[in-house]
C-alpha cells in the first residue's frame, strides 16, 4: 500500500473542506507548496493534488500551484479537479503531473473521458466519490442517480486500471475510512488498484486497509489536524 497525503487548494491556499460543503472551509497553509515539500521530506513520494476551484468552476484555476509543487519537489502528482476539456488534461500534465483524476466529465462526457484513456491509459484516475453509493460530480455539489458498481464495471471494461473512492459521508470528518465499501469493492473488482480516501484517522484505518490489500489511502485532514503524526503514516507506505 502507499499512502497519499492530500492538498486541497482555494485560492492558491492548502484547505479542507468538510463533507464537501465549500461554506465549511479551514485554511491550512498559504504555502501548498511548502506543505508539500514537508511531506517530501518525510520520506513520502505521491501527493494527491485537488483544485477545489476548478472542480467548482469547470476548467483548471491552480495550475500555478501544481507546477510549482513539481518544479521543486520529486512528488508523484496525481492531479483533480476542474479538468474537463483536452486542453484542461495537456495542461495538467504539461504543469508536471503524473497522472489526472476525472470524476466529472467520466459522468457528464464519457466520450471525452474514454478518450483519455485511450489516449493516456494508466496515467487516467478514474474518480468515483460516491453519496449513499450514488456517483457525486461538480465539486460533490451534485449526486446522479448513478449506482457506484455499475459505473466501476463500465469504466473497468474500458480500460480504467486506477480508481480513487471517496465517501463524501465519510470526508473530512475524522470517523474513519468506509471500510465496508472498499472490501466490497476489492471482492468485485481484484484488479483494479483502488486507492481509499476519506476519513482515514487512525492506525487501525491502515492497519484494516493495508490487509484489505487497496493500493493506496489518501490522507488529509487527519495529517493537518494533527490526528495521526507523518511518522505514523510513514510506515504505512510501502511502494
Known amino acids: 500500500m502507499i499512502i497519499i497525503p492530500a492538498i486541497d487548494l482555494i485560492d492558491a491556499k492548502a484547505v479542507r473542506l468538510t463533507k464537501g460543503d465549500y461554506n465549511q472551509k479551514k485554511i ?4 501548498p507548496l511548502a506543505v508539500a515539500q514537508e511531506f517530501e521530506a518525510a520520506g513520502f513520494t505521491h501527493l494527491h493534488l485537488v483544485d477545489l476551484d476548478g472542480a467548482k468552476s469547470g476548467h483548471i484555476i ?6 510549482n509543487i513539481t518544479s521543486n519537489t520529486n512528488l508523484k502528482v496525481d492531479f483533480g479537479g ?3 476539456t483536452n486542453e484542461d488534461i495537456a495542461l495538467a500534465f504539461e504543469c508536471g503531473a503524473v497522472q489526472v483524476t476525472g470524476g466529472s466529465i467520466a459522468v457528464k462526457n464519457r466520450e471525452v473521458f474514454e ?8 496515467k487516467i484516475i478514474l474518480g468515483a466519490d460516491v453519496n449513499e453509493r450514488k456517483i457525486a460530480v ?8 448513478m449506482d457506484l458498481f455499475t459505473f466501476l464495471a463500465d469504466y473497468h471494461s474500458k480500460g480504467a486500471k486506477y480508481v480513487i473512492c471517496t465517501d463524501i459521508a465519510k470526508d473530512g470528518l475524522l470517523q ?5 465499501l472498499y472490501a466490497e469493492i476489492m471482492q468485485e473488482f481484484p484488479k483494479i488498484k483502488l486507492v481509499a480516501s476519506g476519513g482515514v484517522t487512525t492506525e487501525d484505518d491502515l492497519k484494516k486497509l493495508e490487509d484489505m490489500g487497496v493500493y493506496g489511502a489518501i490522507v ?3 495529517i493537518y ?4 503524526s507523518l511518522e505514523t503514516l510513514i510506515k504505512y507506505h510501502n511502494v
Open 28 to 31: 491550512y497553509n498559504e504555502s
Open 62 to 67: 491552480n495550475d500555478k500551484v501544481l507546477r
Open 82 to 84: 476542474g479538468v474537463k
Open 115 to 122: 478518450g483519455w484513456l485511450k489516449e493516456y491509459g494508466d
Open 138 to 145: 461538480s465539486g460533490w455539489q451534485e449526486t446522479t442517480d
Open 176 to 180: 474513519g475510512s468506509s471500510n465496508d
Open 220 to 222: 488529509g485532514k487527519a
Open 225 to 228: 489536524e494533527g490526528r495521526i
